[in-house]
């Protein structure tokens, strides 16, 4: 398995903020890399996958950079709704594994 | 669109099965470039991939899990379930359903992009 690490754990930001959040594989995993949004009680959402490109729909304050086995997630300027769980996923070799999350909270 | 929907009990008496479905609408589970997972959640925790499915029926599943799982696709219908078997306290979690796209080969993933609302299933006497 690939574990994957995410930092900070959580953070507390202002409306307006510039984010970014880490997360780093053990090893190469080229792009194949997800980024996913979770609102408590909901379901993930998939924002960024390839690493950098942007899903469907997604904002375009969120963006997302890296290769190999470091990658970023950017919020560029933190809005309400972006209060979340955040978690990279690595789809490069079976078992797919999430990072442990990133919380965005409210300062 | 696709959205996808869980079914299942919500409580399990340990040592026994967990029998869970995702029922495909809005499109049919053999068109495109999919595959069909299941990732669950445990209370107050992060996500765990439990395991996909493909068209042609093929599973990989979580080494962790794998001599407990076991998942099938129902092409005619439109459904894909998860089995797993002689469960404890531990598998107590919110179990989410999902498609993953991909293209090429080897393939290569775009990730979860739709995903049911999730059910919640105890495991408990």
């Known amino acids: 398995a690939i574990p994957l690490t995410q930092s900070p754990s959580s953070l507390s930001a202002f409306v307006g903020d510039r984010v970014t959040i880490t997360c780093r594989a053990s090893r190469d995993i080229d792009t194949a890399l997800a980024w996913y949004q979770q609102t408590p009680g909901k379901a993930p959402k998939l924002l960024i996958y390839?690493?950098?490109s942007l899903e469907s729909g997604v904002p375009s304050r969120f963006s997302g950079s890296g290769s190999r086995a470091d990658f970023s997630l950017t919020i560029s300027s933190l809005q309400p709704e972006d209060f979340a769980t955040y978690y990279c996923?690595?789809?490069?070799?079976?078992?797919?594994?999430f990072g442990p999350g990133t919380k965005v909270e409210i300062k | 669109q696709v959205q996808l929907q869980e079914s299942g009990p919500g409580l399990v008496k340990p040592s026994e099965t967990l029998s869970l479905t995702c029922t495909v609408s809005g499109g049919s589970i053999r068109s495109g470039n999919y595959s069909w997972g299941w990732i669950r959640q445990p209370p107050g925790k992060g996500l765990e991939w439990i395991g996909n499915?493909?068209?042609?029926?093929?599973?990989y599943y979580n080494p962790s899990l794998k001599s407990r799982v076991t998942m099938f696709v129902d092409t005619y219908r439109n459904q894909f379930s998860l089995k797993l078997t002689s469960v404890t306290a531990a598998d107590t979690a919110v179990y989410y359903c999902?498609?993953?796209?991909?293209?090429?080969?080897?393939?290569?993933?775009?990730?979860?992009?739709?995903w049911g609302l999730g059910t919640t299933v105890g495991v408990s006497s």
């Open positions: 390839h690493a950098s």
């Open positions: 499915i493909y068209q042609s029926g093929t599973p």
């Open positions: 999902a498609r993953l796209g991909y293209r090429g080969w080897p393939y290569d993933y775009y990730g979860f992009d739709v």
């Open positions: 996923q690595q789809l490069s070799t079976f078992p797919f594994t």
